[in-house]
T-cell receptor, first 116, second 118 residues
Framework: AQTVTQSQPEMSVQEAETVTLSCTYD???????LFWYKQPPSRQMILVIR??????QNATENRFSVNFQKAAKSFSLKISDSQLGDTAMYFC?????????????FGTGTRLQVFP | AAGVIQSPRHLIKEKRETATLKCYPI?????VYWYQQGPGQDPQFLISFYEKMQSDKGSIPDRFSAQQFSDYHSELNMSSLELGDSALYFCASSPRTIVDRWKDYGYTFGSGTRLTVV
């Protein structure tokens, strides 16, 4: 079975600074996908960034980037130039790789607070 | 762009009552997933459907049942409600194959139905 661990229940950062959220996972699968989702107070689940495990290059989306270390089974999220609107719960998620889509397995989340 | 539509947005029920949650996927998406998120918890997978057939099952209580209809919308039926069923219920939809899902930025979540059992 796959597990996803987020060891930081809460993080805080000042506006315009950089913050890194940690995520580790455990799987015996060789092909899989990793995601970071943002859940603001509205509770909407919003995709932030995604990574295919077979790709060595780290994914980036504007101010968001990941540090994917496959051997260490680590998938951290870096948020640069933090903005007040980044305040939210962040979930790391794993999906087993296959031809067909599959369910997401979530970590317990990290609550990020961005201060002015 | 069309999103995943869930109804109702909020629902208040008494213990032992029945509730029905509905999910309308994005057009062209044929796979639907249901997740339950308790207060302060991460989403837990309940059940999924593809082409009107159950494709996977997670930690869904026997009191719950679900189905997918010919128009691909799905309904989650919850009976004998308990206080512990109070949660946010998410539906997500995606195209069936990884290739289509990746192209389409698929796997889109709805806004959820907040169920409160009193």
């Amino acid at each position: 079975a796959q597990t996803v661990t987020q060891s930081q229940p809460e993080m805080s950062v000042q506006e315009a600074e950089t913050v890194t959220l940690s995520c580790t996972y455990d799987t015996s699968e060789s092909n899989y996908y990793l995601f970071w989702y943002k859940q603001p107070p509205s509770r909407q689940m919003i995709l932030v960034i995604r990574q295919e495990a077979y790709k060595q290059q780290n994914a980036t989306e504007n101010r968001f980037s990941v540090n994917f270390q496959k051997a260490a089974k680590s998938f951290s999220l870096k948020i640069s130039d933090s903005q007040l609107g980044d305040t939210a719960m962040y979930f790391c998620a794993f999906m087993k790789g296959s031809y067909n889509t599959d369910k997401l397995i979530f970590g317990t989340g990290t609550r990020l607070q961005v201060f002015p | 762009a069309a999103g995943v539509i869930q109804s109702p947005r909020h629902l208040i029920k008494e213990k032992r009552e029945t509730a029905t949650l509905k999910c309308y996927p994005i057009p062209r998406h044929d796979t639907v997933y249901w997740y339950q998120q308790g207060p302060g918890q991460d989403p837990q997978f309940l059940i999924s459907f593809y082409e009107k057939m159950q494709s996977d099952k997670g930690s869904i209580p026997d009191r719950f049942s679900a189905q997918q209809f010919s128009d691909y919308h799905s309904e989650l039926n919850m009976s004998s409600l308990e206080l512990g069923d109070s949660a946010l219920y998410f539906c997500a939809s995606s195209p069936r194959t990884i290739v289509d899902r990746w192209k389409d930025y698929g796997y889109t979540f709805g806004s959820g139905t907040r169920l409160t059992v009193v």
